[in-house]
């Protein structure tokens, strides 16, 4: 079974503090993991994916298979990076995503 | 870009109504899928679908239904509305997992 996990419903930092939302997973398998965001009023988006090993909007993510994390950081927080943050994990053939119950990202002035 | 269209961004029905949520794709992905999302929650998977006419359940299918009958659109139904499926609804789809979902703009379904 597949399981994502985001220990963190609130999370509340000031502009200019790091930031790191974490994320842990259960699979058997080999994972497929991402984060997305939704900013208020938005739709749910794409933010980075593992398999690319990209940094956007100054947030990375590494995959930690040892520890099965993939938590998600940011050096200097921006107070328009306020939003929800799902961590969602795939794998397998049936191309479902399982996600986290989210993380509710606030960054204060 | 992909667009994925909810045809309404705000429904309010009556308890044991028949309602339609209607999903609309501009790309021909194959894999579309329904999601409840709720406060505390996160996003529930409803149904997923990877073919035409071909539909899985999810992890709380109880109370809906899904028809897939075009590539492009997919929709959910609730037989007989409950309050307790006053949520808001999100399609997705997708070409495979490894390039992730893209969403549509959600409806907020209030069952009165």
């Known amino acids: 079974a597949q399981r994502v996990t985001q220990p963190e419903k609130l999370l509340s930092v000031f502009k200019g503090a790091p930031v790191e939302l974490k994320c842990n997973y259960s699979y058997s398998g080999s994972p497929e993991l991402f984060w997305y965001v939704q900013y208020s009023r938005q739709r749910l988006q794409l933010l980075l994916r593992h398999i690319s090993r990209e940094s956007i909007k100054g947030f990375t993510a590494d995959l930690n298979k040892g520890e099965t994390s993939f938590h998600l950081k940011k050096p200097f927080a921006q107070e328009e990076d306020s939003a929800m943050y799902y961590c969602a994990l795939g794998g397998g053939s049936n191309y479902k995503l399982t996600f986290g119950k989210g993380t509710l990202l606030t960054v204060n002035p | 870009d992909v667009k994925v269209t909810q045809s309404s961004r705000y429904l309010v029905k009556r308890t044991g109504e028949k309602v339609f949520l209607e999903c609309v794709q501009d790309?021909?992905?194959?894999?579309m899928f329904w999601y409840r999302q709720d406060p505390g929650l996160g996003l529930r998977l409803i149904y997923f679908s990877y073919d035409v006419k071909m539909k899985e359940k999810g992890d709380i299918p109880e109370g809906y239904s899904v028809s897939r009958e075009k590539k492009e659109r997919f929709s959910l139904i609730l037989e007989s509305a409950s309050t307790n499926q006053t949520s808001m609804y999100l399609c997705?789809?997708?070409?495979?997992?490894?390039?992730?979902?893209?969403f549509g703009s959600g409806t907020r379904l209030t069952v009165v």
């Open positions: 790309m021909d992905h194959e894999n």
């Open positions: 997705a789809n997708s070409r495979g997992v490894a390039g992730g979902y893209t």
